[in-house]
C-alpha cells in the first residue's frame, strides 16, 4: 500500500520561503517519478515539478522555475519542494503524487497515488 503524507505548509508572507516535504511509503520500485501539483480554490489541479526518483532529472512548470525546487532524499523516501519569492497567487492546497514510471509527466492523470494535501497561504 503505497501512502504519501505531505507536511511543511503554513502561512507566509509574501516574498518569504517554505520548504514542503512528502514522506512516502510503501514504494517497491525505484522506478517511479514524484511530482508535485497544487490546487487553488474554485481551480483545476495545476502542475508544479516532477522528480525521477532514481536518476533525479526533473520538470518544472514555467509558473515556478526559477523559484520552486524539486528534490528528493533517497535514504529518508521523503521528496521536498522548496519555494521561494512566494506570491500571494501561490495559495493553494499542495499535493504530492507518484506513478511508476520513468518519464516525467505533468498531466496529473498519469499519477496512481495522491497525499491528502497541505495548505499554503501567502500573505500580501
Known amino acids: 500500500q503505497v501512502h504519501l503524507v505531505e507536511s511543511g505548509g503554513g502561512l507566509v508572507q509574501a516574498g518569504g520561503s517554505l520548504r514542503l516535504s512528502c514522506a512516502t511509503s510503501?514504494?517497491?520500485?525505484?522506478?517511479?517519478?514524484m511530482g508535485w501539483f497544487r490546487q487553488a480554490s474554485g481551480k483545476g489541479r495545476e502542475f508544479l515539478a516532477a522528480?525521477?526518483?532514481?536518476?533525479?532529472?526533473?520538470a518544472y512548470a514555467d509558473s515556478v522555475k526559477g523559484r520552486f525546487t524539486i528534490s528528493r532524499d533517497t535514504a529518508e523516501k521523503t521528496v521536498y519542494l522548496q519555494m521561494n519569492s512566494l506570491k500571494p497567487e501561490d495559495t493553494a492546497v499542495y499535493y504530492c503524487?507518484?506513478?511508476?514510471?520513468?518519464?516525467?509527466?505533468?498531466?496529473?492523470?498519469?499519477?496512481?497515488?495522491w497525499g491528502q494535501g497541505t495548505q499554503v497561504t501567502v500573505s500580501s
Open positions: 522528480i525521477r526518483w532514481s536518476r533525479g532529472n526533473t
Open positions: 510503501g514504494l517497491t520500485s525505484t522506478n517511479y517519478v
Open positions: 503524487a507518484t506513478y511508476v514510471g520513468v518519464g516525467l509527466q505533468f498531466r496529473e492523470n498519469y499519477y496512481d497515488y
